[in-house]
Protein backbone atom coordinates (compact mmCIF):
# COMPACT_ATOMS: atom_id res chain seq x y z
CA UNK A 1 0.00 0.00 0.00
CA UNK A 2 1.29 3.47 -0.75
CA UNK A 3 1.31 6.85 0.99
CA UNK A 4 -2.54 8.00 0.23
CA UNK A 5 -4.10 4.03 -0.79
CA UNK A 6 -6.95 3.33 -0.11
CA UNK A 7 -9.91 0.72 -0.36
CA UNK A 8 -9.74 -0.05 -4.41
CA UNK A 9 -13.63 -1.14 -4.60
CA UNK A 10 -14.68 1.97 -2.70
CA UNK A 11 -17.06 4.14 -4.51
CA UNK A 12 -17.05 8.17 -4.64
CA UNK A 13 -18.55 9.42 -1.61
CA UNK A 14 -18.36 13.04 -2.61
CA UNK A 15 -16.79 14.27 -5.65
CA UNK A 16 -18.18 14.25 -9.31
CA UNK A 17 -15.86 13.50 -12.09
CA UNK A 18 -18.58 14.25 -14.95
CA UNK A 19 -16.81 17.48 -16.08
CA UNK A 20 -14.57 19.08 -18.18
CA UNK A 21 -11.53 20.13 -18.68
CA UNK A 22 -10.02 17.28 -16.62
CA UNK A 23 -6.44 16.12 -16.34
CA UNK A 24 -4.99 12.44 -16.19
CA UNK A 25 -4.60 12.46 -12.57
CA UNK A 26 -8.47 13.22 -12.21
CA UNK A 27 -9.89 9.61 -12.13
CA UNK A 28 -11.81 7.43 -9.92
CA UNK A 29 -8.56 5.43 -8.55
CA UNK A 30 -7.10 8.90 -7.44
CA UNK A 31 -9.95 11.18 -6.89
CA UNK A 32 -10.90 8.58 -3.92
CA UNK A 33 -7.79 8.96 -2.04
CA UNK A 34 -9.36 12.70 -1.15
CA UNK A 35 -12.70 12.49 -1.94
CA UNK A 36 -13.76 12.90 1.97
CA UNK A 37 -12.33 16.44 1.75
CA UNK A 38 -14.61 17.26 -1.27
CA UNK A 39 -18.19 18.17 -0.67
CA UNK A 40 -21.09 16.07 -2.13
CA UNK A 41 -21.56 16.93 -6.00
CA UNK A 42 -17.84 18.52 -6.07
CA UNK A 43 -17.05 18.11 -9.62
CA UNK A 44 -12.80 17.59 -9.67
CA UNK A 45 -11.00 19.06 -12.64
CA UNK A 46 -7.60 18.78 -12.15
CA UNK A 47 -5.73 16.64 -9.36
CA UNK A 48 -2.13 17.09 -8.78
CA UNK A 49 0.55 15.08 -6.57
CA UNK A 50 3.78 16.10 -5.00
CA UNK A 51 6.24 15.84 -2.45
CA UNK A 52 5.49 17.54 0.80
CA UNK A 53 8.79 19.95 1.09
CA UNK A 54 7.06 21.62 -1.56
CA UNK A 55 4.31 22.82 0.49
CA UNK A 56 4.38 26.45 1.67
CA UNK A 57 3.00 29.39 3.19
CA UNK A 58 4.11 32.91 3.18
CA UNK A 59 7.53 31.52 1.79
CA UNK A 60 7.63 29.14 5.06
CA UNK A 61 8.59 25.30 3.84
CA UNK A 62 6.43 23.10 6.29
CA UNK A 63 8.78 20.46 7.63
CA UNK A 64 5.98 17.86 8.87
CA UNK A 65 4.05 17.31 5.52
CA UNK A 66 5.54 13.89 3.28
CA UNK A 67 3.30 14.31 0.62
CA UNK A 68 0.04 16.36 -0.71
CA UNK A 69 -2.33 15.84 -3.22
CA UNK A 70 -4.44 18.87 -4.90
CA UNK A 71 -7.54 19.29 -6.51
CA UNK A 72 -8.67 22.15 -8.48
CA UNK A 73 -12.63 21.59 -7.96
CA UNK A 74 -15.63 23.82 -9.94
CA UNK A 75 -15.75 25.35 -6.08
CA UNK A 76 -12.50 25.70 -4.64
CA UNK A 77 -8.87 24.56 -4.68
CA UNK A 78 -8.39 21.91 -1.77
CA UNK A 79 -4.97 20.27 -0.81
CA UNK A 80 -4.67 17.08 1.52
CA UNK A 81 -1.72 16.78 3.34
CA UNK A 82 -0.25 13.63 4.55
CA UNK A 83 1.39 14.85 7.96
CA UNK A 84 4.66 13.03 9.66
CA UNK A 85 4.72 10.88 11.06
CA UNK A 86 0.54 10.16 10.95
CA UNK A 87 -2.15 11.56 9.84
CA UNK A 88 -3.65 14.10 7.40
CA UNK A 89 -4.58 17.66 7.22
CA UNK A 90 -6.62 19.60 4.26
CA UNK A 91 -6.58 23.00 3.24
CA UNK A 92 -9.70 24.61 1.58
CA UNK A 93 -8.59 27.78 -0.71
CA UNK A 94 -11.76 29.29 -2.36
CA UNK A 95 -11.56 30.75 -6.19
CA UNK A 96 -13.07 34.38 -4.75
CA UNK A 97 -10.51 34.56 -2.04
CA UNK A 98 -7.42 34.35 -4.80
CA UNK A 99 -6.10 37.50 -5.85
CA UNK A 100 -3.45 35.93 -8.39
CA UNK A 101 -2.06 32.54 -9.49
CA UNK A 102 1.08 31.95 -10.85
CA UNK A 103 2.84 28.32 -11.76
CA UNK A 104 6.57 28.39 -11.95
CA UNK A 105 8.47 25.71 -13.43
CA UNK A 106 12.28 24.35 -12.81
CA UNK A 107 14.52 21.94 -13.17
CA UNK A 108 13.04 19.33 -10.43
CA UNK A 109 9.82 21.19 -9.40
CA UNK A 110 6.70 23.12 -10.56
CA UNK A 111 4.93 24.78 -8.09
CA UNK A 112 1.31 27.11 -7.98
CA UNK A 113 1.70 29.77 -6.76
CA UNK A 114 -1.53 31.15 -4.75
CA UNK A 115 -1.70 34.74 -3.37
CA UNK A 116 -4.87 35.48 -1.00
CA UNK A 117 -5.23 39.02 1.06
CA UNK A 118 -3.91 37.44 3.41
CA UNK A 119 -1.50 34.50 2.77
CA UNK A 120 0.56 32.95 -0.35
CA UNK A 121 0.99 29.67 -0.93
CA UNK A 122 3.60 27.74 -2.41
CA UNK A 123 2.08 24.41 -3.74
CA UNK A 124 3.74 21.49 -5.39
CA UNK A 125 2.65 19.96 -8.29
CA UNK A 126 5.79 18.18 -10.23
CA UNK A 127 4.00 14.99 -10.54
CA UNK A 128 1.79 16.31 -13.98
CA UNK A 129 3.02 17.11 -17.05
CA UNK A 130 4.04 20.90 -17.24
CA UNK A 131 1.26 21.39 -19.85
CA UNK A 132 -1.10 19.63 -17.07
CA UNK A 133 -0.16 21.68 -14.42
CA UNK A 134 -0.37 25.09 -16.80
CA UNK A 135 -3.67 23.94 -17.74
CA UNK A 136 -4.61 23.94 -14.09
CA UNK A 137 -3.10 27.48 -13.64
CA UNK A 138 -5.37 28.65 -16.07
CA UNK A 139 -8.66 26.90 -14.91
CA UNK A 140 -7.97 28.34 -11.48
CA UNK A 141 -7.65 32.31 -13.21
CA UNK A 142 -10.43 31.45 -15.08
CA UNK A 143 -12.86 30.20 -11.52
CA UNK A 144 -11.17 33.84 -10.15
CA UNK A 145 -13.06 35.29 -12.40
CA UNK A 146 -16.39 34.40 -12.60
CA UNK A 147 -18.93 35.02 -9.83
CA UNK A 148 -19.60 32.43 -7.37
CA UNK A 149 -21.26 30.00 -8.92
CA UNK A 150 -22.97 28.89 -5.74
CA UNK A 151 -24.41 32.64 -4.85
CA UNK A 152 -25.93 32.54 -8.10
CA UNK A 153 -26.91 29.10 -9.14
CA UNK A 154 -30.83 30.50 -6.74
CA UNK A 155 -31.72 33.79 -6.04
CA UNK A 156 -32.40 33.24 -2.47
CA UNK A 157 -29.09 31.27 -1.66
CA UNK A 158 -27.31 34.36 -0.97
CA UNK A 159 -29.55 35.32 2.05
CA UNK A 160 -29.62 32.30 3.41
CA UNK A 161 -27.93 32.22 7.06
CA UNK A 162 -26.81 28.57 6.75
CA UNK A 163 -24.99 29.12 3.30
CA UNK A 164 -23.03 32.52 5.36
CA UNK A 165 -21.95 30.40 8.22
CA UNK A 166 -20.61 28.24 5.38
CA UNK A 167 -19.00 30.99 4.08
CA UNK A 168 -17.80 32.50 7.43
CA UNK A 169 -16.17 28.97 8.09
CA UNK A 170 -14.37 29.41 4.70
CA UNK A 171 -13.07 32.76 4.92
CA UNK A 172 -12.05 31.96 8.90
CA UNK A 173 -10.10 29.05 7.23
CA UNK A 174 -8.21 31.04 5.00
CA UNK A 175 -7.20 33.12 7.64
CA UNK A 176 -9.38 36.39 6.41
CA UNK A 177 -11.13 36.39 9.31
CA UNK A 178 -10.42 36.06 13.45
CA UNK A 179 -12.02 33.17 15.36
CA UNK A 180 -13.51 36.06 17.63
CA UNK A 181 -14.68 37.61 14.29
CA UNK A 182 -16.39 33.95 13.40
CA UNK A 183 -17.85 34.01 16.45
CA UNK A 184 -19.68 37.29 16.64
CA UNK A 185 -20.91 36.89 12.74
CA UNK A 186 -22.33 33.43 14.14
CA UNK A 187 -24.14 34.17 16.67
CA UNK A 188 -25.99 37.13 14.88
CA UNK A 189 -26.52 34.25 12.39
CA UNK A 190 -27.76 31.85 14.41
CA UNK A 191 -30.51 34.64 15.69
CA UNK A 192 -31.63 34.52 11.76
CA UNK A 193 -32.37 30.51 12.02
Known sequence: MGLFDTNDDAPLEN????CQPQNEFANKDEVKKIDEYLDP???VHFLAKDAGERFEIDGEVSDDILAQRTAA?????VIKKKKNPFGFESQSIRYENI?????????????????????????????IA????????????NKMSQPDQSDSSSG?????????????????????ITEEELEEKKSDLLDQI
Open 41 to 43: GEK
Open 73 to 77: TDKRI
Open 99 to 127: SSVDLSSGLVKTKLRVETSSKVYGIGVGQ
Open 156 to 176: SASGDPLDKLERLRDLKEDGI
Open 130 to 141: EDAAEDMCEFIR
Open 15 to 18: ADLE
